[in-house]
């Protein structure tokens, strides 16, 4: 039997097709034409098919007991009778899947993952049998909004979203006519005096976008406003950010409501969010949940209806990126890892030691989380025409995730080398230098068994088969 085995898998080592990561730094992204989506598939749950080599193995080893019957009807050395070839065989027990989370995590290269050296994906979100992602291409050179789908996580298609106007993306969710993209554009339209308006893109497909008019969402004559998340709750939509006044005046939180994505109504003014600014929201029976800072620290907002909020007395003392619903609780993670029963009152569950999480999911009972850790790389060596530049000492960043069954106790999936920051990394006055990595958010796949994370790159884990 061992020998059986041993042949099986050296078998499958041989057949084994190598797979090479093509990091190329370049612009040979894959361009999906608008209305040229493939047909979709439907989530189903995890499934076993991790188990089917053991099968197989199985399978084999009883032919082997089959042709040589005689043999092990003979007595064994001790005089004992050989076990009987009808005998169960041992069950392999299974591995938990918090276990396998910790292994088995790729890093695509820029031409699987349809990335440019300079494009940067913020948000991702699991639509009906599509993964939709959403950023700028040209980070930081020539930006330009973006979308990106996949049917498994492993294979993207990047959608340049024309808007005609300068407008930056930052989160995306499922709802109204099929998908609703939040973010800011600088204004070329609007109010007098503001600098910058809310922008709305809405697609049905992920490769057609529709555009709020520009200026549709301003609320208050001067004041420059940006979103900077959105989520299905409400009466159809609810998306958040801040508004500022003219000539550095206050600043508020704001929150605005709509039933299909194209039609917007801001929720008038309340005292809660003055001199607040708010950077997320997540659904969160009975109602919902959005969180940021105000002048006295991290915040966190509670409503029932989305009209009427209700400031946490005692908020997290961590500044929170992301929350989910997790049994009958909230889990909050940040600066550190919180839960809540209502959203009103918080209890630390464990601090992130030089790191920080910007993002949270669930898949079958083991909670995701994933961000970035500090690095301290010392002194940057780099070449630049600019005097005193040469050398730097800075901080830097990779990628990191996390894995918890209960939110309390976490574990870090270990660094082979595939959440490092790139080493050399051009940079676009003409420097090199060693540029950090980070994960912005998570997802889980469309078949409901797989996790992809994007960033400044593409991660995905599958379960093993």
Same mark, same amino acid.
Request: hydrophobic content about 40%; some cysteine; aromatic content about 8%.
């Given at each position: 039997? /061992?020998?059986?085995?041993?042949?099986?898998?050296?078998?499958?080592?041989?057949? =084994?097709?190598?797979?090479?990561?093509?990091?190329?730094?370049?612009?040979? @992204?894959?361009?999906?034409?608008?209305?040229?989506?493939?047909?979709?598939?439907?989530?189903?749950?995890? *499934?076993?098919?991790?188990?089917?080599?053991?099968?197989?193995?199985?399978?084999?080893?009883?032919?082997?007991?089959?042709?040589? +019957?005689?043999?092990?009807?003979?007595?064994?050395?001790?005089?004992?009778?050989?076990?009987?070839?009808?005998?169960?065989?041992?069950?392999?027990? +299974?591995?938990?899947? #918090?276990?396998?989370?910790?292994?088995? $995590?790729?890093?695509?290269?820029?031409?699987?993952?349809?990335?440019?050296?300079?494009?940067?994906?913020?948000?991702?979100?699991?639509?009906?049998?599509?993964?939709?992602?959403?950023?700028?291409?040209?980070?930081?050179?020539?930006?330009?909004?973006?979308?990106?789908?996949?049917?498994?996580?492993? *294979?993207?298609?990047?959608?340049?979203?024309?808007?005609?106007?300068?407008?930056?993306?930052?989160?995306?969710?499922?709802?109204?006519?099929?998908?609703?993209?939040?973010?800011?554009?600088?204004?070329?339209?609007?109010?007098?005096?503001?600098?910058? &308006?809310?922008?709305?893109?809405?697609?049905?497909?992920?490769?057609? $976008?529709?555009?709020?008019?520009?200026?549709?969402?301003? *609320?208050?004559?001067? $004041?420059?406003?940006?979103? $900077?998340?959105?989520?299905?709750?409400?009466?159809?939509?609810?998306?958040?950010?801040?508004?500022?006044?003219?000539?550095?005046?206050?600043? @508020?939180?704001?929150?605005?409501?709509?039933?299909?994505?194209?039609?917007?109504?801001?929720?008038?003014?309340?005292?809660?969010?003055?001199?607040?600014?708010?950077?997320? #929201?997540?659904?969160?029976?009975?109602?919902?949940?959005?969180?940021?800072?105000?002048?006295?620290?991290?915040?966190?907002?509670?409503?029932?209806?989305?009209?009427?909020?209700? %400031?946490?007395?005692?908020?997290?003392?961590?500044?929170?990126?992301? +929350? /989910?619903?997790?049994?009958?609780?909230?889990?909050? &993670?940040?600066?550190?890892?919180?839960?809540?029963?209502?959203?009103?009152?918080?209890? %630390?569950?464990?601090?992130?030691?030089?790191?920080?999480?910007?993002?949270?999911?669930?898949?079958?009972? &083991?909670?995701?989380?994933?961000?970035?850790?500090? %690095?301290?790389?010392?002194? &940057?060596?780099?070449?630049?025409?600019?005097? !005193?530049?040469?050398? =730097?000492?800075?901080?830097?960043?990779?990628?990191?995730?996390?894995?918890?069954?209960?939110?309390?106790?976490?574990?870090?999936?270990?660094?082979?080398?595939?959440?490092?920051?790139?080493?050399?990394?051009?940079?676009?006055?003409?420097?090199?230098?060693?540029?950090?990595?980070? /994960?912005?958010?998570?997802?889980?796949?469309?078949? !409901?068994?797989?996790?992809?994370?994007?960033?400044?790159?593409?991660?995905?884990?599958?379960?093993?088969?």
């Amino acid at each position: 039997m /061992i020998d059986l085995e041993r042949q099986i898998r050296d078998y499958y080592e041989t057949i =084994r097709i190598p797979v090479t990561l093509d990091e190329v730094v370049g612009d040979e @992204r894959r361009v999906r034409p608008a209305g040229d989506l493939e047909p979709l598939r439907h989530p189903r749950r995890r *499934s076993d098919a991790w188990r089917r080599p053991l099968v197989a193995a199985a399978a084999g080893a009883a032919a082997v007991l089959t042709v040589g +019957a005689v043999l092990l009807l003979l007595p064994s050395r001790g005089g004992e009778p050989a076990p009987s070839p009808d005998a169960a065989a041992p069950e392999v027990a +299974a591995v938990p899947l #918090v276990d396998e989370l910790l292994a088995g $995590w790729t890093r695509l290269g820029r031409i699987e993952a349809s990335l440019g050296a300079w494009d940067q994906m913020s948000d991702v979100a699991t639509g009906d049998g599509i993964l939709v992602g959403v950023g700028m291409a040209g980070y930081e050179r020539t930006e330009a909004p973006a979308a990106w789908t996949s049917q498994d996580g492993r *294979s993207w298609s990047i959608v340049f979203i024309d808007t005609g106007r300068n407008v930056g993306i930052e989160e995306v969710t499922v709802g109204g006519p099929g998908l609703v993209a939040v973010g800011h554009e600088n204004v070329g339209c609007g109010e007098a005096g503001a600098e910058y &308006v809310p922008a709305v893109s809405t697609s049905e497909d992920a490769t057609t $976008w529709t555009h709020v008019p520009c200026g549709a969402l301003v *609320s208050a004559t001067g $004041w420059s406003s940006k979103l $900077w998340d959105v989520t299905a709750g409400g009466p159809g939509l609810v998306a958040v950010g801040h508004e500022s006044a003219p000539a550095e005046g206050p600043t @508020r939180g704001v929150v605005w409501t709509s039933p299909d994505g194209e039609t917007w109504t801001r929720v008038p003014p309340d005292t809660v969010f003055d001199d607040a600014m708010a950077f997320g #929201v997540v659904a969160a029976s009975p109602g919902l949940v959005a969180f940021g800072n105000d002048d006295e620290g991290p915040a966190v907002w509670v409503s029932t209806d989305s009209f009427e909020w209700e %400031k946490a007395p005692a908020p997290p003392t961590d500044s929170l990126a992301d +929350a /989910i619903r997790f049994g009958p609780d909230l889990i909050g &993670v940040g600066d550190g890892v919180w839960r809540s029963p209502d959203g009103l009152t918080w209890t %630390k569950l464990a601090g992130i030691p030089g790191g920080y999480m910007t993002t949270v999911v669930e898949l079958d009972g &083991v909670l995701v989380a994933a961000g970035f850790i500090e %690095k301290d790389r010392g002194p &940057v060596i780099t070449t630049t025409t600019v005097p !005193g530049q040469d050398v =730097r000492t800075d901080t830097y960043y990779d990628a990191a995730i996390w894995v918890s069954e209960d939110g309390t106790d976490w574990t870090r999936v270990p660094d082979d080398g595939t959440f490092t920051g790139i080493a050399g990394f051009p940079a676009a006055d003409g420097r090199r230098g060693d540029y950090g990595s980070h /994960i912005q958010a998570l997802a889980v796949t469309p078949d !409901g068994t797989g996790l992809a994370a994007v960033g400044d790159a593409v991660w995905v884990w599958n379960p093993p088969e």
